[in-house]
């Protein structure tokens, strides 16, 4: 309709110059289909604003982000008709301490440490999950008990990280060969505000694949000294793997990556590099997808590794910070089979609950079934990324340490020292245990 309101009144055909009543009526309905619109949209408005929400911040951003949100949160929303106020940050330890420290956290978190959890456990940031969920759906290393006796967390989402990817037309004598190469090794340390973690998943594999779960479990305990032979020894072998301290370029080039970034020279013609020591998740990434590429135990490749079923694992850990009805529905959602099914089957992790099996009859997603049932094996030890389970401020300490090191391995017995005497520290909290059973 063309009536302005406010503006002069048209014409009707003819000498007068007064409207007719049909332009009357024509104005008088269109006034009256305005008011029942405004009416609605302010009852619309008013509706948004009493329906009930639950805060969630998670790590999850760009097409992660999107299948989180089809997968998990829409029939969250539409089963309790809540609405989810989803954040999701690069730097979520970063903004959950912001939050905190402000009195504004959110209502539910998801977090990849342990150690952190465990850490606002002791503050009283979090609340006891007993009543929510049942943790023998997930196993003791994923719903670890505290000192206290609580169980403050359990595992939506998790990776296998002890392998070493590949394409998939390089043959076995080719890996053997390329795995003494720095060269052929895609290291990329950058990660914002948490760069230096790839760096620290090769020490904790290293060190588990040689010495085993018991001196693994001992360290990530802070038990054992990071000057100890065994620990040295795993930062040194590194170091020989990866070129630190030599080729300049190699260096900078690692230092410089992104982690995401890392693998992008397997793509070109000749390649940059062949091998990844990565977790599971970066299977998703194109380059590796085009390259259909493939995984192998690094127990096999690394050498002085004792070829033992030990796997280093990861989490992403949902905890409760307040104790809301539309939070702890959330929390319920999170935790049941249904949902995590659902997370599992966009490939964007593995689901560690007792009723998600793999499915067999999957064929496309060999790799990905073959992932989710090393990490159900029963006959392995699986034990939590150690600087995970660290205290936050060890655990950010050891991946600035692998940054350092790699470009001046002469430091070690330096960055070693530092990191012993901030292990002694008092107020720290460690994990009781990180592996799935008694090494």
């Known amino acids: 309709m063309s009536a302005y309101p406010g503006g002069p009144a048209t014409a009707a055909p003819g000498p007068s110059s007064r409207p007719g009543r049909r332009l009357v009526r024509t104005v008088t309905v269109v006034a009256s ?28 951003t760009g097409d992660d982000e999107t299948n989180f949100r089809e997968a998990v949160i829409a029939p969250f929303e539409r089963k309790y008709h809540i609405n989810v106020d989803y954040q999701g940050s690069n730097a979520e330890s970063q903004v959950l301490g912001a939050d905190v420290e402000a009195g504004t ?51 939506l989402k998790a990776d296998l990280k002890s392998i070493v990817w590949y394409p998939a037309d390089v043959g076995e004598r080719q890996r053997e060969r ?16 948490t760069s230096g973690w790839p760096g620290t998943d090769w020490i904790e594999d290293i060190l588990l694949q040689r010495y085993g779960a018991g001196v693994y479990q001992r360290w990530a305990r ?21 070129g630190a301290g030599g080729d300049p370029g190699l260096v900078r080039r690692a230092l410089k990556t992104p982690y995401e970034s890392a693998s992008l020279p397997v793509a070109r ?25 493939r995984y192998e135990s690094s127990a096999q490749l690394i050498f002085g590794a ?5 796997w280093e694992v990861s989490g992403d850990l949902v905890a409760l910070l307040h104790a809301t009805p ?26 560690v609950h007792a009723d998600v099996r793999p499915d067999p009859g999957d064929a496309a997603s060999a790799w990905h079934r073959s992932l989710a049932l090393t990490l159900r094996d029963k006959r392995a030890v699986h034990c939590f990324d150690a ?27 330096a960055l070693l020292r530092s990191l012993d005497t901030l292990s002694r520290s008092r107020g720290l909290t460690w994990l009781p245990s990180v592996c799935d059973r008694s090494p």
């Open 178 to 193: 390329a795995v003494r190469r720095p060269a052929a090794w895609c290291v990329g340390m950058g990660s914002g505000a």
């Open 326 to 351: 539309e939070a702890k529905k959330l929390i319920r959602h999170l935790a049941s089979a249904g949902t995590q099914r659902a997370w599992s089957e966009k490939e964007s992790g593995f689901s």
């Open 387 to 413: 600087s995970d389970a660290m205290p936050p401020a060890v655990r950010d300490a050891f991946a600035e340490a692998t940054i350092e090191f790699l470009a001046h391995p002469r430091h070690l017995e």
């Open 269 to 293: 013609s000749p390649r940059g590099c062949t091998l990844e020591h990565q977790a599971s998740f970066i299977r998703k990434r194109p380059v590796w997808q085009h390259a259909d590429g």
């Open 222 to 242: 802070g038990e054992l000294s990071w000057r100890s032979k065994q620990v040295k020894a795993a930062w040194t072998a590194w170091g020989g793997l990866v």
């Open 306 to 310: 004792a070829g033992a079923r030990a």
């Open 33 to 60: 289909c305005l008011a029942v619109l405004a009416a609605a949209l302010v009852a619309g408005v008013r509706a948004l604003e009493e329906e009930p929400t639950v805060t969630l911040l998670a790590n999850w």
């Open 105 to 155: 956290p959110p209502d539910v978190v998801v977090l990849t440490g342990p150690g952190e959890l465990a850490q606002y456990a002791r503050q009283k940031q979090l609340l006891p999950l007993e009543g929510l969920v049942d943790s023998a759906d997930f196993g003791a290393s994923w719903a670890t008990r505290l000192a206290d006796g609580h169980v403050y967390w359990f595992p």
